[in-house]
C-alpha cells in the first residue's frame, strides 16, 4: 500500500552537515542551508594549511551558528603525538566553554583527554576508518556518541551499523575522496616529511605515476594518475541516506571556495527541505539539483561506495587541473545599500555586457545583466579585476554574503 | 629479546625453529593483507608448529565493511584451533578477539596511536587477554624507551622490513592491464599478488613497490626499514619482541638474523651486504610537524580584542576599504596595520565614508567602510584599534 504524503513527509530527515574552512565561508554555509558546520582551530586538525579558526573566529562562528539554530563540530582529528596532547586539555575547555556541540576525533588519546576536560559529545572521525559492527559497538564503549563511517562503508552498511550498534552515523555525501582506507596513508610522512594524519597531507595519490609490472617485459611504463579518486557525489541516492536512517550527511571540503561552500549547502539543503515537506523525492527535482552541483569546482563525480563497491570508474585519471566545473566564482556580496546597490568583492574578473548569476539565500539564481558597473569611486567601468570592489543595481532577493557566478565559456 | 617473523611454508618454520623462535606469524589469504595460505596449508604448517613447540600468531590485519567482516570472521573461528594467538588492528576485530574468541591478543597499534593515553586505553580494553603491543614505527627511540618503561605489557618493534604508505581496497593496478592479460583478473583472485613499481616526476623517490591482491593495492616506501643494528639498544628499552619481515623478500635468512641480533657489528656488516636499500625510518627523531608553520601565513589570522577588520581593496591615493569584523571603527581613531608579510604601520582615521561614499562617524561589525588611504598597506593585512596588538 503507497503511504500518503503527510505518512511520508513524517519520516526522518538527515542532518546537512557542511565544511566551514574559514569564519566568511562558516557564514556562507549556514545562510544557505546547512544544518550543522564543521571546523577546525588552529591545531590539532587535518588541514594545516587551510584558513581555520583563531579563539577569536571561533567565538564569533559558534555564536553566529547558534543564533541562526545551526550546530558547530570542531574537528580534533589529527593523530597527536604525546607533545601535542600536552595543549590539548586547555583547548577542549576553551571549546567547552563555547558550548560547541561536538568535536571529531579519530585517535583515543584525544577521545580521552576530551571526556576527562569537557561535557563536549565526541563524534569519530572517518580517519579511525570505522566499517563494521563490531568497530562501531566499539568506539561506543570509548565514549563516542556518533560515528563518521569509513569511506569504504556503502549506505545500507552504515544504517546497519546504525541499528546494531545503536549509535548515530554520519557519513560523507559529497566532495573529495581519499583513495587509501582513511588514516592509512602515510606517504607525505616518509617521503615530504610531512605527518598527513597531522595535517600535513601532501596529496602525493594525485600526482602522476610511470608504473613498471613485473611480469611485463615491454620496456613501455603505463602512465597514470592510478590512485586519485574521482569525486563523491550522493545526490542521486539521498533517498537511501534517508530509508537507512542516516543521522547527518557531510560534505567534503573545508580548503574549498565561497561558490563550494554556498553552492553545496543550498543545493543538498533545497532537496533535503523538499523531501520533509513532501516526503518524496521527484526524478526531474534530482536532476536539477544534479546539474547544480556540476557548477561547482570537481573532479569527475561518482558515488564511490555509496550504493556497489568502487570500481574502475572512480580512478579519476586525469591532470589534477582537468576539472569539470562549468562555472567560477564572480565574488561575494560585501555590503548592500538601501535597495540601491550591492557591493561585490571581486574574486574572477567580469565585464560589461556579460551576464551573471546571483545566488540568493532561498529560490532560485537570479540572473544580472551587467549594463553597469561602477567601482567604490562612482565611476562607470567596463572590468572589473580581482581583489577589487565594484557596484552593481541592487536585485531584489540580494542579502549579505550572497554570491555570485558566471558561467565559463567553454 | 625475542625474534618473531612470518612463516609461508614448513621450510621456514623448520628454519625458525632451528633458530631457537618460539613463536611465528601465519597469514591466511581471506583474512590477512599479503596472505597466500589456504586453510589446508595453514593447518599444514599449525600442525608442524604444534609439533615444535612453536606458538602460532594469525595476522588478522585486514580492513573490513560489515559486509566482509562475517565472511572473515568465520575464516578466523574455522581456524582457532590452530593459532595460539590473533594480531588484529581493525577496531571491530579487537572487540571480536576480545569478546568472542579464547585466544592471546597482539593489538597492532602501528597506524596511528602515537601518545601514551591512546596506548594505555587499548591495553585496558584488551585487557588480560592481551599478549604484546605491536607500536607504530613513526615513534621514535625515546618514546619508545618510554612507552615501554611504563607500559605492563611486551611491547614489539619492525626491525626490518618493508614499510607499508597506502593500503587501498580498491584495485588500481589490474585497471591499467589490457583485457586479455591474465594478470588483470588473477590478482582480484585470493592469494594472488599483481606486482609492479612507480615513479612519479613530482616526487624524487624512485620505483615505489606496489602489489595489487584480493584485499585492495598497496604501496610501499622505496626502502626497507632496517633497525638490525639497534636491536641491543631497543633490548635495553625493554622492547620485547623484534619482528622481522622478509615477505617480499627472496631468501629466508632468519638464522643469520638471529645470529646477528647479538652483535651490532655482525649487524652492520649485514647491512652492508643487504641488497635492498635500507633507512632507519624516525627511529632517531620525528620532526613530521615541524614544516606545518610554513603552510600557512600566520600574519593575516586575527589576534586580540582589539582586531577591527581586514583590507579588502586600496585604491591609491583614494581610500583602502575595510570589512570590520569585530568591533568598530571611527573618525580620529588610531589604527594598525599588519601586512601579509608581516610589516607593522599605524595611521589616523581622517575620514570613514559608507560605500555610498557618504561621510559617516562610525562603523561597527559586518559594514564596509572606507578610510583614508596609507601607503604600504595591502589587501588582506589586519587591521587593529591603536597599537595594542
Known amino acids: ?410 | 629479546m625475542n625474534l618473531i617473523t612470518y612463516v609461508n611454508s614448513i621450510d621456514q618454520l623448520e628454519k625458525c625453529n632451528e633458530s631457537g623462535l618460539k613463536q611465528v606469524i601465519l597469514e591466511h589469504k581471506v583474512v590477512s593483507r599479503f596472505g597466500k595460505l589456504n586453510t589446508s596449508e595453514f593447518i599444514a604448517i599449525s600442525t608442524r608448529a604444534r609439533e615444535l613447540d612453536i606458538s602460532i600468531a594469525l595476522e588478522w590485519d585486514v580492513l573490513m565493511t560489515e559486509s566482509e567482516f562475517s565472511l572473515k570472521s568465520d575464516v578466523i573461528i574455522e581456524l582457532k584451533d590452530y593459532f595460539q594467538s590473533v594480531r588484529v588492528q581493525d577496531a571491530g576485530a579487537i572487540n571480536f578477539a576480545v569478546t568472542k574468541l579464547d585466544k592471546k591478543i597482539q593489538l597492532i597499534l602501528e597506524s596511528a596511536n602515537h601518545n601514551l593515553v591512546a596506548v594505555e586505553n587499548w591495553v585496558s580494553f584488551v585487557g588480560e587477554k592481551l599478549e604484546r603491543i605491536v607500536l607504530s614505527i613513526e615513534l621514535e627511540k625515546s618514546v619508545l624507551k618510554e612507552y615501554c618503561e611504563k607500559l605492563d605489557h611486551p611491547v614489539e618493534f619492525l626491525g626490518l622490513g618493508r614499510i607499508l604508505l597506502f593500503y587501498t581496497p580498491r584495485n588500481l593496478l589490474s585497471t591499467l592491464l589490457p583485457q586479455d592479460d591474465e594478470k588483470r583478473t588473477k590478482s582480484m583472485t585470493s592469494g594472488k599478488f599483481l606486482e609492479a613499481t612507480g615513479e612519479s616526476e613530482e616526487s624524487p623517490h624512485k620505483g615505489f613497490p606496489l602489489i595489487e591482491n584480493s584485499h585492495g593495492t598497496f604501496m610501499f616506501h622505496i626502502k626497507r626499514l632496517f633497525l638490525l643494528e639497534h636491536i641491543s639498544e631497543m633490548n635495553d628499552f625493554g622492547v620485547d619482541t623484534v619482528r622481522i619481515d622478509m615477505r617480499f623478500d627472496n631468501v629466508f635468512e632468519i638464522d643469520k638474523i638471529k645470529e646477528l641480533s647479538t652483535s651490532t657489528e655482525i649487524a652492520k656488516v649485514y647491512k652492508t651486504n643487504y641488497p635492498f636499500d635500507v633507512i632507519k625510518g624516525y627511529f632517531n627523531i620525528n620532526k613530521t610537524d615541524v614544516l606545518f608553520k610554513k603552510l600557512k601565513n600566520t600574519r593575516i589570522q586575527r589576534k586580540d580584542s582589539s582586531y577591527i577588520g581586514e583590507v579588502i581593496e586600496i585604491v591609491k591615493g583614494e581610500y583602502m576599504a575595510i570589512v570590520i569584523k569585530k568591533n568598530s571603527i571611527s573618525v580620529n581613531d588610531e589604527v594598525t596595520f599588519i601586512t601579509p608579510e608581516g610589516k607593522e604601520m599605524s595611521c589616523k582615521v581622517f575620514f570613514l565614508k559608507n560605500s555610498n561614499s557618504e561621510d559617516i562617524e562610525t562603523a561597527s561589525k559586518d559594514q564596509l567602510c572606507l578610510i583614508n588611504y596609507f601607503g604600504g598597506v595591502w589587501p588582506k593585512s589586519q587591521v587593529y584599534l591603536n597599537t595594542s596588538i
Open chain 1, 1 to 410: 500500500m503507497s503511504k500518503t504524503v503527510a505518512e511520508k513527509a513524517s519520516k526522518f530527515t538527515p542532518e546537512l552537515l557542511s565544511p566551514a574552512g574559514s569564519l566568511d565561508k562558516l557564514k556562507v554555509a549556514i545562510s544557505y542551508g546547512a544544518n550543522a558546520v564543521y571546523l577546525g582551530g588552529l591545531k590539532f586538525g587535518l588541514r594545516s594549511a587551510a584558513e581555520n579558526f583563531t579563539e577569536e573566529e571561533l567565538t564569533e562562528g559558534v555564536g553566529f551558528a547558534h543564533n541562526k539554530g545551526a550546530k558547530v563540530y570542531v574537528v580534533l582529528n589529527g593523530f597527536l603525538h604525546d607533545k601535542d596532547l600536552e595543549e590539548l586539555p586547555s583547548f577542549v575547555q576553551f571549546l567547552d566553554s563555547l558550548e560547541v556541540d561536538a568535536v571529531i576525533v579519530s585517535d583515543l588519546g584525544v577521545i580521552k583527554t576530551v571526556l576527562e576536560n569537557s561535557s563536549i559529545p565526541v563524534h569519530l572521525s572517518t580517519q579511525a576508518s570505522c566499517l563494521n559492527v563490531e568497530s562501531a559497538k566499539l568506539w561506543k564503549t570509548m565514549g563516542v556518541e556518533r560515528i563518521v563511517v569509513g569511506r569504504e562503508t556503502s549506505i545500507a552498511e552504515a544504517g546497519l551499523i546504525k541499528k546494531e550498534a545503536n549509535i548515530e552515523v554520519e557519513m560523507f555525501v559529497h566532495g573529495s575522496m581519499c583513495m587509501a582506507y582513511s588514516g592509512n596513508c602515510v606517504i607525505s610522512n616518509f617521503t615530504q616529511g610531512r605527518d598527513s594524519n597531522r595535517g600535513g597531507c601532501a596529496h602525493s595519490c594525485r600526482f602522476e605515476y610511470s608504473i613498471d609490472f613485473d611480469h611485463l617485459e615491454s620496456e613501455e611504463k603505463k602512465k597514470a594518475y592510478f590512485m586519485s579518486s574521482t569525486d563523491l557525489n550522493g545526490i542521486k541516492v539521498l533517498p537511501e541516506y534517508i530509508e537507512h536512517e542516516i543521522d547527518s550527511i557531510k560534505v567534503e571540503g573545508r580548503m574549498k571556495s565561497h561558490l563550494y561552500a554556498g553552492t553545496i549547502s543550498k543545493t543538498y539543503s533545497e532537496a533535503l527541505n523538499h523531501y520533509e515537506q513532501n516526503g518524496d523525492f521527484l526524478s526531474n527535482q534530482l536532476l536539477d539539483w544534479e546539474k547544480e552541483l556540476n557548477k561547482i569546482t570537481h573532479r569527475t563525480y561518482a558515488p564511490a561506495n555509496l550504493v556497489e563497491k568502487a570500481g574502475e570508474e572512480t580512478i579519476f585519471n586525469e591532470r589534477e587541473t582537468a576539472t569539470d566545473n562549468d562555472y567560477v566564482l564572480v565574488g561575494r556580496v560585501v555590503d548592500t545599500f538601501k535597495e540601491e546597490f550591492i557591493v561585490i568583492e571581486v574574486r574572477n574578473a567580469f565585464n560589461l555586457g556579460e551576464t551573471i548569476e546571483l545566488l540568493p539565500f532561498n529560490g532560485p539564481a537570479i540572473e544580472i545583466k551587467l549594463d553597469k558597473i561602477h567601482n567604490l569611486l562612482n565611476h562607470e567601468i567596463s572590468r572589473s579585476k580581482p581583489s577589487s570592489l565594484v557596484k552593481l543595481p541592487f536585485v531584489p532577493g540580494a542579502a549579505l554574503n550572497n554570491i555570485l557566478r558566471r558561467k565559463v565559456l567553454q
